[in-house]
């Protein structure tokens, strides 16, 4: 027992075309920790559902994703992967959860708020509202002791604190209170057309995020065209958000500080530091894409993967499972 790793869930929805807030929020993290602990990187599938998919693209997007993942390095030797829908106790510990999550803390999810303004509340999916409660399922199923997410998770993995905290209390001790992990640098990569607001997978626009997918042209050309602030002088600043975003883009990509990055384009102006950026940013996309494009031309490898790690998953998900139904007299 002593020896037992610790624990790591994250996941991200097979929806939209993967970017680079979600490479430097997350996928990059995950590798990096992965060497440290037991991992359960999932393709959260039902997640994707809250909003309408079209099944044949849904179909695409998830092998996708699972190329990237193991593109990024995530090593199923290290690491299982495997697709939320494909293990049953995560909508199962979800009714669970949903019995003592309340109404008023979903309603207060920025997310939703956020999401529900645009076609109005009213006609928001249910499954929208819920998403929280299913995010607090999937950790909480694995017992995970850590989640490394980008900043805009904060506050639904605040909620599955609370959710679990309050679960325990109610019914005896039961799931761990997994911690958060936000990186320093990469945790809230801004659109590049617009960089007060979050760069985003379902975005219409292409030109606000740099996919991971995306030819090495085609990079080059975006950060070229990003937006830029008034004066130019190279420097991270509240009222500049543009070079903020550019410069937090490049620490967390080389892992130098902005400080550092800062002082290098003294007197320079804003055309140097996107020709070089842009260097950076293709370095170290090139060979995820390269490597993900390879994976994808072998599908049913992927999806035997994907069912191999589905099953080694369920065999902790059904232990918690049991032992969340027996506390609540279901047993
Ligand atoms: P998703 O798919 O929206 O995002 C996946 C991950 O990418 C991070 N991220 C960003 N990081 C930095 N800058 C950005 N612009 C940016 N955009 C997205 C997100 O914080 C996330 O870490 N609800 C989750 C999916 C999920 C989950 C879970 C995560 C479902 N169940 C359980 C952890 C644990 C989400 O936002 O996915």
Request: proline residues 5%.
């Amino acid at each position: 027992m002593q020896n037992e790793k610790r624990r790591i869930f994250s996941g991200i929805m097979p929806s939209g075309n993967l970017h680079l807030g979600n490479y430097l929020g997350a996928l990059k993290n995950w590798v990096a920790l992965q060497d440290d602990y037991e991992n359960y990187y999932c393709i959260v599938d039902l997640h994707a559902l809250t909003v309408p998919q079209d099944p044949k693209v849904l179909r695409v997007k998830i092998r996708e994703l699972a190329a990237i993942y193991l593109a990024c390095g995530i090593d199923p030797e290290k690491s299982v992967v495997f697709r939320q829908s494909r293990v049953s106790g995560h909508a199962e510990l979800a009714w669970l959860l949903n019995c003592v999550a309340k109404v008023g803390e979903l309603s207060r999810m920025t997310q939703f708020k956020d999401k529900a303004s645009k076609g109005g509340t009213d006609s928001a999916s249910v499954g929208l509202y819920d998403y929280p409660v299913l995010q607090a399922a999937d950790v909480l199923l694995y017992n995970a002791h850590l989640v490394p997410v980008g900043e805009d998770q904060r506050q639904h993995l605040e909620l599955m604190r609370t959710l679990a905290r309050r679960f325990n209390g109610l019914y005896g001790e039961t799931f761990v209170v997994p911690d958060i992990f936000v990186p320093e640098a990469g945790a809230r990569v801004m659109a590049l057309d617009e960089p007060t607001t979050k760069m985003s997978k379902s975005s219409p626009t292409p030109a606000s995020y740099i996919a991971l997918l995306d030819d090495p042209d085609v990079v080059r050309r975006k950060i070229r065209r990003a937006k830029t602030d008034s004066r130019s002088e190279v420097k991270a600043s509240p009222d500049k958000p543009a070079i903020a975003n550019l410069l937090g883009i490049y620490a967390a990509m080389t892992g130098r500080k902005v400080a550092e990055i800062e002082a290098e384009y003294e007197g320079r102006g804003y055309g140097d530091l996107k020709k070089d950026l842009a260097e950076v940013v293709v370095e170290g996309l090139a060979p995820i894409r390269e490597r993900a494009l390879a994976l994808l031309d072998d599908p049913a490898e992927l999806d035997a993967l994907l069912d191999r790690g589905a099953a080694k998953a369920r065999e902790v998900a059904d232990t918690t499972l049991h032992d969340a139904r027996a506390k609540l007299g279901l047993d």
